[in-house]
């Protein structure tokens, strides 16, 4: 049970990363974008970083108690893991599909252009409200639901990523790396 609640969560966050990145850029660009490398509303990154915030924020929470010390302590953590993440996700997709999906070059204290201080900052304060508020809504709903609802849920987004996930490597020419042709 405990991977179908992981799995859950993984799902959830990659949809909530997707409609926040979705609607961020949406009201950047001033016109409906669908972001990510998926076609479908799923952003991997997001549910990736909700795992690992959220993991290491309860690994951690024990020692740090509660207090301003301890949410400092939090931030320079959740910028730490969230830099590295997206720096090693956009550094993997850069070299797989010859393609940035997103570029900080233009900002400064960046590195490569896959992270950049300001974004690592935003990402750091979204990554406190998300372990303070997101989580533990989550965590109560995913805990509450039937094992029948979760099983069920699990499969058919497992499905429908699954699909997405070789609908989008095959539309971003990654047939060297695929057996599926």
């Not at 893991?81 to 393609?99: A, C, H, P």
Request: aromatic share 14%; glycine share 6%; net charge positive.
């Amino acid at each position: 049970m405990i991977l179908i609640n992981i799995m859950i969560f993984f799902f959830t966050y990659s949809f909530l990363g997707w409609l926040l990145e979705s609607a961020y850029k949406t009201w950047q660009e001033k016109e409906l974008v669908n972001s990510g490398f998926l076609t479908g509303p799923l952003c991997p990154i997001y549910g990736a970083g909700g795992l690992l915030i959220s993991l290491i924020h309860v690994s951690s929470s024990q020692y740090l108690g509660y207090g301003p010390l301890s949410i400092l302590i939090q931030l320079v953590i959740a910028v730490l893991v969230t830099s590295l993440l997206e720096l090693i996700t956009g550094d993997i997709m850069q070299r797989v599909f010859n393609k940035r999906w997103w570029d900080y070059s233009q900002e400064k204290f960046n590195v490569k252009g896959h992270i950049c201080l300001r974004f690592s900052l935003i990402w750091g304060i979204l990554a406190l409200g998300f372990i303070q508020i997101i989580h533990p809504l989550t965590s109560q709903a995913i805990l509450e639901a039937s094992s029948l609802y979760k099983e069920s849920f699990v499969v058919m987004a497992t499905l429908c990523f699954t699909i997405d996930l070789i609908n989008s490597l095959r539309k971003n020419n990654i047939k060297k790396f695929m057996i599926i042709k």
